[in-house]
């Protein structure tokens, strides 16, 4: 993944390390699935969108949680929020 990331998009890499602190995030590939490559199940997924949620404010429909499934994804979905 290269070029800017927005703030979403850091918001959310933050709230991935507030529920799997020991996350190696620069070894995670952008096209993974994220709960498979933290090692994480659907409980501690929710738990992220929790956090992406307090700190941005921006409500993730459960609709829309398929898109998260990769970094790519993440970062697709909050593109100009």
């Known amino acids: 993944m290269t070029g800017p990331t927005n703030p979403a998009f850091e ?3 933050e709230s991935l390390l ?6 190696d995030l620069a070894a995670l590939r952008p096209d993974g699935p994220l709960r ?11 738990r992220v ?3 992406f949620q307090t ?3 921006i ?3 459960e ?4 898109r998260l499934d990769t970094l790519e ?7 100009g929020r």
Do not use: W
């Open 36 to 46: 498979r490559q933290l090692d994480i199940d659907s409980f501690d997924f929710l």
């Open 59 to 61: 409500d993730v429909p």
């Open 55 to 57: 700190r941005t404010g």
């Open 18 to 23: 507030e529920v799997a602190p020991e996350a």
């Open 49 to 51: 969108l929790e956090a």
């Open 63 to 66: 609709r829309d949680y398929a």
């Open 11 to 13: 918001a959310f890499r």
């Open 73 to 79: 994804g993440v970062r697709q979905y909050l593109a």
